[in-house]
């Protein structure tokens, strides 16, 4: 291939570029007319909402709407938080609320005035990745990734709810603490679904870490 | 979504004041259902009224030695509860059989009573439901019914309810606390969840004004608790068929204080003839009190397999009784 016709071909590119912004823009315009005694309805019915994530405070003022996911994602910009089904079925949207797991799909933003949320930008510190994060590395436990930072967070927040003594559908004495079983993690985790199947090293990564507290 | 205005409530009283002076408004509380439904367009409030904010967070002990379940505690919470552990474990052992560590974080007591079924017709908006849209005629009846009820459906309705923690509720003889305009009411849960009948959309005796508050139960009454729930997979799934027990036991024999089902009805079943009839051999003890409890069941060819599923989950709730670590 010539240089001339490299040039011809990044021209292409650029222009195809601009073409699809245009008709993109053009698009978003049409809906925003359409739509505008609607967006006019909203701004009245707009809410501003204030609450920390990963130890920053944040104030936004949305649709009442919006889900906590989608701020999360749509308005700060923290894409680490995915969304999956968007009806609580999956798990990739947990992120950690005042210390507790959570599927941020099925919360609007607005109902969380004042809460301390971890998302998972928020896990490694300035001396390196969390525990968890490590041992999934350490242990593969994730093939396309998708689904990874709601197990992370959700397996954190598994092993403080076993050293809380919260008991699970497989506890046997629930006046006993729980074990840090295999099974116990299993079905601690089953609000978290991996489409590639990792979860034998998934497990195996949150029992290293179990492992290592004790 | 539909558009909605928020309103957020401080206390109690406010969130009443406003539900009365509010047209067509929701109550918000953990929203694991209801925004659910939102998303869908099968809930279109036009107000939601937060109530996340307005207390009703504890669990107490009450004069009479019952307890005292305030609307708002996390279903986590009331399963982690010392008290409940201890005295009222088969609601603990309902409460971590549903749904997952993340929904249970957020889901409330008053919030799993009002969660709505789960009928794939009431959430397939190109099928008739009279749930959703009250006198469109129902789809199910004649419809994909595996997972649908056997006892107390109707022509206009064969939908279950979904809750596990109601189930134990049920057994344990639970009353629901409420507050409205005219202030408070108690009514049984043996009253709360109402039959389809000819509708099916009136799914419970709660007025459109009132909220719950709490939810009592009487003093504990021991015996070996179980919750034994059958489902499609090992975990995150809902009943197909479920039971909550009371037992006591007797070397090899057993006998039932307490029974209900889940996943049989629009509401707990339970037929308290089937109770208290003395001490057997865990088979027979079973076939007995299914066939009381099953008496009148009216199943469709899809689901007529609960029948026998309810009679040899309960086989195995009484054995899971004697195997009970105490």
């Known amino acids: 291939m010539t240089g001339a016709d490299d040039q011809a071909l990044e021209i292409t590119r650029r222009q195809f570029h601009q073409a699809i912004g245009t008709g993109m823009a053009a698009t978003w315009m049409t809906f925003a007319e359409i739509s505008s005694p609607l967006a006019a309805s909203m701004a009245d019915k707009a809410v501003s909402v204030k609450f920390t994530v990963n130890g920053q405070r944040r104030e936004l003022r949305i649709d009442p709407r919006t889900t906590l996911l989608d701020a999360l994602r749509e308005h700060l910009a923290l894409t680490g938080t995915k969304k999956g089904c968007d009806h609580g079925q999956c798990g990739a949207c947990t992120s950690i609320v005042d210390g507790r797991r959570i599927n941020t799909c099925l919360s609007l933003a607005v109902m969380h005035e004042g809460n301390d949320i971890v998302t998972i930008e928020g896990l490694a510190t300035a001396q390196g990745l969390h525990p968890m994060q490590a041992a999934f590395i350490e242990h593969d436990g994730f093939q396309c990734g998708y689904c990874t930072p709601g197990q992370i967070l959700s397996a954190v927040c598994v092993l403080d709810e076993l050293s809380a003594g919260f008991p699970s559908a497989v506890t046997a004495d629930l006046n006993a603490a729980p074990e840090g079983s295999a099974a116990e993690v299993r079905e601690r985790m089953s609000g978290n679904i991996c489409r590639c199947a990792a979860y034998p090293n998934i497990i195996a990564a949150i029992l290293d870490v179990k492992g290592s507290e004790t | ?326």
């Open chain 2, 1 to 326: 979504m539909k558009d909605f205005t928020y309103h957020r409530a401080n206390s109690l009283d406010e969130a009443v004041t406003l539900l009365v002076s509010t047209p067509n408004a929701k109550l918000l509380a953990g929203g694991t259902n209801l925004l659910d439904l939102m998303k869908l367009q099968i809930e279109t409030p036009q107000h939601l009224i937060d109530i996340n904010h307005i207390g009703l967070d504890k669990v107490e002990t009450l004069a009479s030695g019952g307890l005292a379940i305030g609307a708002l505690v996390r279903n986590a919470d009331l399963a982690a509860h010392p008290i409940v552990k201890r005295d009222y474990g088969v609601l603990t052992r309902a409460l971590v059989s549903g749904a997952s560590g993340q929904l249970r974080n957020r889901a409330t007591t008053a919030g799993n009573l009002m969660q709505r079924t789960r009928c794939p017709y009431f959430y397939g908006a190109t099928k008739a439901c009279n749930k959703r849209v009250p006198g469109s005629g129902c789809d199910a009846v004649n419809g994909f019914s595996t997972n649908l009820a056997v006892l107390g459906a109707s022509a206009s309705c064969i939908a279950t309810h979904s809750s596990d923690m109601a189930v134990a509720l049920r057994a344990l003889d639970a009353t629901i606390v409420v507050i409205g305009p005219a202030g408070e009411r108690r009514i049984a849960l043996s009253d709360f969840h109402r039959l389809p009948g000819d509708t099916p959309h009136v799914e419970t005796s709660l007025d459109s004004h009132e909220i719950i508050a709490r939810v009592e139960l009487p003093a504990p009454i021991g015996g070996r608790q179980v919750y034994r729930k059958v489902r499609e997979r090992a975990s995150y799934a809902f009943a197909t068929v479920s039971v909550a027990l009371i037992a006591h036991v007797d070397a090899e024999r057993v006998a039932i204080d307490k029974l209900a089902f889940g996943g049989l009805a629009a509401k707990p079943w339970r037929v308290e003839a089937a109770e208290g009839r003395g001490f057997g051999l865990p088979g027979e003890i079973a076939e007995a009190a299914a066939s009381v409890v099953l008496d009148g069941a009216s199943p469709t060819d899809h689901n007529k397999y609960k029948l026998d599923l309810a009679r040899q989950a309960l086989h195995a709730a009484l054995i899971d009784a004697q195997e009970q670590r105490l």
